[in-house]
């Protein structure tokens, strides 16, 4: 059952057009990240399903109940939103208690539900006293979701929350706030700008571009079969490399690739997936000729090797070898991103290996790409 739908939805400001007939369905009890680089509207949308703004065109659904709609717009306070700003926004006068309970009824500000929050989202009930200047920032965002969750919202609603925080406390407050979200049973959409906290912390990833939803799936889905090379490249890193595709065969710079399902995920008429069972036949006859299209090559399928170990058993002899020199070495620790220049005059790609794997830069390696890739239309 969805909890949210969005059908059409449109926002204009003068001749710039926000928001772009956006579609989107969140099911209930879920998480969807909406993702994009700043300016393609994730803000604006996430402020027109709060009720911050009203949509010049199409309909806002929080379950069977229409919310916004062209000449009816229901208000913020109506909605059952719970709202979370970037940095959290409490009030800095009052101690937690009360900024957590500021939502509810007054009856309910001094109930055990301001301690069943505090547990919610894995804070001592000592805190119930402290003021938010006392809390470090993680905590601080662990208060504004609960202020959010308290009033029990149809929809919780996540501005870039953790944007304001230092790369290891974004991703232990955000698998904290995910858990939380998850415990109380919550609908959410979050907005960032971060592919790694979308991919790991939502069951739905909705790309935005230009206002709008260029693609939504799941993190697996979007990761492996991305609608097209803009996708690709902004959802993780990618090699898009040319390629013609004949009979589930990709022919490129870095040799005969399989490609995934056995055949190219796009056609002229407009990207597609295929399913099993509407996936043609490989044996039928009449197989179409080579088509020049693209494919999508993600860095951890690329395997390197020192040139000194490529005649070993198993490996392709030099006929087959596919040269690159090592320009650059990233070295992470657990991995490293090493950047390659295919010889003599190839693509520059860029490769995510174990970090004792790492060559050394101005080495020359072996190129193989490990399992199925992707075609691009």
């Known amino acids: ?38 300016g393609c509207g994730k803000t604006t949308l996430l402020r027109l399903i709060a009720g911050f703004l009203d949509p010049d065109e199409g309909t806002i659904e929080f379950g069977e109940r229409t919310v916004a709609t062209p000449g009816r717009v229901v208000p913020p306070q109506s909605r059952g939103v719970g709202y979370v700003p970037q940095e959290g926004a409490l009030f800095p006068h009052l101690d937690i208690a009360a900024n957590i309970g500021f939502g509810l009824p007054r009856a309910q500000r001094r109930s055990a539900r301001i301690g069943e929050m505090l547990d919610l989202v894995e804070l001592p009930a000592s805190f119930a006293r402290r003021h938010p200047h006392e809390l470090s920032g993680g905590q601080q965002q662990r208060v504004a979701l609960a202020r959010a969750l308290a009033p029990n919202p149809a929809v919780v609603l996540l501005d870039e929350p953790f944007s304001s925080l230092d790369a290891s406390l974004r991703a232990t407050t955000g698998r904290a706030v995910v858990q939380a979200l998850r415990a109380a049973r919550a609908t959410a959409v979050l907005v960032t700008h971060d592919q790694d906290e979308a991919l790991s912390l939502a069951d739905q990833v909705a790309v935005m571009r230009a206002g709008r939803v260029v693609q939504a799936a799941s993190p697996r889905d979007l990761y492996r079969r991305p609608l097209d090379a803009e996708v690709a490249r902004f959802v993780g890193g990618a090699a898009i490399l040319t390629a013609s595709v004949a009979d589930g065969i990709a022919r490129c710079v870095l040799g005969d690739l399989l490609v995934a399902d056995g055949l190219p995920v796009g056609s002229s008429g407009g990207s597609r997936g295929w399913a099993e069972d509407d996936t043609p036949e490989r044996e039928a006859p009449d197989q179409p000729p080579a088509a020049a299209t693209q494919v999508l090559v993600r860095p951890e399928q690329l395997r390197l090797a020192s040139r000194e170990s490529s005649s070993a058993p198993g490996l392709p002899g030099a006929a087959g070898e596919v040269k690159a020199r090592v320009d650059h070495v990233s070295f992470y620790g657990h991995d490293a991103a090493v950047r390659v220049s295919v010889l003599p005059d190839g693509p520059t790609l860029v490769a995510r290996l174990p970090g004792l794997d790492a060559p050394e830069v101005g080495s020359t390696v072996t190129v193989e790409v490990a399992g199925t890739v992707v075609a691009l239309p």
């Open 1 to 38: 059952m969805s909890a949210l739908k969005l059908t059409d939805v449109t926002k204009r400001f003068g001749d710039t057009c926000a928001v772009d007939r956006v579609r989107l369905t969140v099911a209930e009890h879920s998480v969807t990240a909406v993702l994009g680089p700043s």
